[in-house]
T-cell receptor
Framework: EDKVVQSPLSLVVHEGDTVTLNCSYEVTNFRSLLWYKQEKKAPTFLFMLTSSGIEKKSGRLSSILDKKELFSILNITATQTGDSAVYLCAVDPSGTYKYIFGTGTRLKVLA | GAVVSQHPSWVICKSGTSVKIECRSLDFQATTMFWYRQFPKQSLMLMATSNEGSKATYEQGVEKDKFLINHASLTLSTLTVTSAHPEDSSFYIC????????????FGPGTRLTVT
């Protein structure tokens, strides 16, 4: 059965800290892995990863994929209170864009 | 950027009634729309995939006669929850993919359904 597991489930840090969120997966035919940020409502797209070892970066956020070990990490440096959200990892297991989502990591950044 | 809207954002209905939720892509054409359900503190669960002009594809365990999906145009898909029961109470989110970049799904703001 295809599955996506995220860890930790929740995390509380202080502003300025660096956090690393993990996403591991087991799927039959990996095509891509996506990271989303979900605040109160709809998830917003962060990154799409398809190749191992190539870091994607956007401001203080970065992500990398390891297709051999079947995981991805999302790093957030110099965290701010606005980073507080649920971060979702999703994997396309078959090339049909029917993503399987992990349960998410709930991040809370304290001022 | 690509914007997806949903209507209504919140609905309360009585058990046994039907509720229709609309999902619209406002500034792009979406060949494919996806419907998800999210229970509190849980992740998004894909219910069905909707392609314009054809029947929706339902995920295992999702009753197609209960969750009716119509994708009549490249900008509109609807989900109708028929004969709703309290266990159908959930957050329903749609997403849409552009024709040119299918991998990226743009999510609507969601509809919170409460069945009493």
């Amino acid at each position: 059965e295809d599955k996506v597991v995220q860890s930790p489930l929740s995390l509380v840090v202080h502003e300025g800290d660096t956090v690393t969120l993990n996403c591991s997966y087991e799927v039959t035919n990996f095509r891509s892995l996506l990271w989303y940020k979900q605040e109160k409502k709809a998830p917003t797209f962060l990154f799409m990863l398809t190749s191992s070892g190539i870091e994607k970066k956007s401001g203080r956020l970065s992500s990398i994929l390891d297709k051999k070990e079947l995981f991805s990490i999302l790093n957030i440096t110099a965290t701010q209170t606005g980073d507080s959200a649920v971060y979702l990892c999703a994997v396309d297991p078959s090339g049909t864009y029917k993503y399987i989502f992990g349960t998410g990591t709930r991040l809370k950044v304290l001022a | 950027g690509a914007v997806v809207s949903q209507h209504p954002s919140w609905v309360i209905c009585k058990s046994g009634t039907s509720v229709k939720i609309e999902c619209r892509s406002l500034d792009f054409q979406a060949t494919t729309m996806f419907w998800y359900r999210q229970f509190p503190k849980q992740s998004l669960m894909l219910m069905a995939t909707s392609n314009e002009g054809s029947k929706a594809t339902y995920e295992q365990g999702v009753e197609k006669d209960k969750f009716l999906i119509n994708h009549a145009s490249l900008t509109l898909s609807t989900l109708t929850v028929t004969s709703a029961h309290p266990e159908d109470s959930s957050f329903y989110i749609c997403s849409a993919s552009e024709v040119r970049s299918s991998y990226e799904q743009y999510f609507g703001p969601g509809t919170r359904l409460t069945v009493t």
